[in-house]
């Protein structure tokens, strides 16, 4: 069975410059979820989905970020206007029932 | 929502004995706890987990311990080899979809 699987795997920003994060969830998942880990701490939701629904995105930075799944079932996350504090590994993940699996992950350094 | 506190944050073992990672949680209404180990450059993977209508829960030199009236759970790490040294996250979720709340990570070292 393939794992989630993110794009790209790095990326590397000045300040003010915009980018998209892409994820497939694992086949037949229906809950997505996208969260930031700051190196050498634990992951933070962001947000998540189910299906193409939004259930949470209470701590997105709602006016640079932006998430969506139109189909339910791939997803994009956008930052605009990356900060320097944005640097982070940005994971997806997905589930179905119980547990929880987590994609490689798209390191961003804004410089 | 909720507050996970994972210790310690170091934890530096002989090869062959034990680990021990000890984490609390406040939301009482928390009802799956999972286990993660990262590996440098990779992705958070799912090495055990247990449901609040356990209290013990045991896999492959793995044991997961909770306690819901002190509202701790634990990993145990039997006879630890060089492979186990890794990032390690406890998490929870009170509610429906899986919502985790991760701990701020263990740094496990073994050393030969």
């Known amino acids: ?111 | 929502g909720e507050q996970v506190e994972q210790l310690p944050s170091i934890l530096r073992v002989q090869e062959g004995s034990s680990a021990s990672i000890n984490c609390t949680y406040e939301n009482s209404a928390s009802n799956y706890f999972p286990w993660y180990k990262q590996e440098p450059g990779e992705n958070p993977k799912l090495i055990i987990d247990i449901r609040s209508n356990m209290e013990r829960k045991q896999t492959q030199g793995l044991i997961v311990l909770l306690d819901k009236k002190a509202k701790r759970f634990s990993l145990h790490i039997t006879d630890t080899q060089p492979g186990d040294s890794a990032m390690y996250f406890c998490a929870a979720n009170p509610g429906s979809f899986n919502k985790l709340t991760f701990g701020a990570g263990t740094r496990l070292a073994v050393c030969p």
């Open chain 1, 1 to 111: 069975e393939a794992g989630v699987t993110q794009s790209p795997r790095y990326a590397v920003l000045q300040e003010g410059q915009a980018v998209s994060f892409w994820c497939d969830p694992i086949s037949g998942h229906d809950t997505l979820y996208w969260y930031q880990q700051p190196r050498d701490q634990g992951p933070q939701l962001l947000v998540y989905f189910r299906d193409e629904a939004v259930i949470d995105n209470s701590q997105l930075p709602s006016d640079r970020f932006s998430a969506v799944r139109p189909k339910g079932t791939n997803s994009t996350l956008k930052i605009q206007s990356a900060k320097q504090g944005d640097t982070a590994t940005y994971l997806c993940a997905s589930s179905f029932l119980w547990g929880v699996f987590f994609g490689k992950g798209t390191r961003l350094t804004v410089v």
